[in-house]
């Protein structure tokens, strides 16, 4: 059975033979049509500043993709790209990184096991990944809280805006 999902990108670190981050994304899309994902739309690649002790800007992105994965077959593909491009473990949350690629949304609903929590718990306070996100799938209504993606956007525009 295909399935879709919201896939969030993320670089801030350029690589070796890709270059800077921005382009480290456009290699990942290159690489899920690789591995059999089909990637159904992009977002256009939006800068961030980092959560955590990382000094470098983020270049963050979103895609719909489409796979005849279940969730964990699709995190384990991600982890694997990640791995290809030069992700490495540094034990240290929120450091610098070539790639991070997370599933935020799965049209199979919600979906938890010990690696894998789907929707994305920190997605809905995530700017960076919603402005993405609602550029191409404005619509997809995150089946824990039934909001829409830009419903979820304009709720935490609006956090952001009250003292």
């Known amino acids: 059975m ?3 999902y ?5 670089s801030n670190a350029p ?12 290699a990942a899309l290159e690489a899920l049509d690789r591995a059999g994902i089909s990637v159904l739309a992009t977002a256009p690649v939006v800068r961030s500043r980092p959560i955590g002790p990382s000094r470098r800007r983020y270049a963050n992105g979103a ?3 489409e796979s005849r994965l279940e969730p964990e077959g699709l995190l384990a593909a991600l982890k694997a790209i990640e791995h290809a491009v030069g992700r490495r473990k540094s034990g240290q949350r929120w450091t610098s990184r070539v790639l991070d690629l997370d ?26 990944v919603l402005a993405p ?3 191409i799938a404005p619509q997809w209504r995150d089946p824990l809280t039934g909001l829409s993606v830009r419903h979820l956007q304009a709720r935490l525009g609006k956090a952001k805006r009250q003292p």
Do not use: C, Y
């Open 2 to 4: 295909i399935q879709r």
């Open 6 to 10: 919201a896939i969030a990108l993320g």
């Open 15 to 26: 690589h070796h033979r890709f270059g800077p981050p921005e382009r480290v994304l456009a």
């Open 63 to 65: 895609a719909v993709v």
């Open 103 to 128: 599933i935020v949304l799965w049209d199979g609903g919600a979906w938890s096991s010990p690696g894998l929590t789907v929707p994305h718990v920190a997605f809905r306070e995530r700017p960076f």
């Open 133 to 135: 996100l609602a550029r």
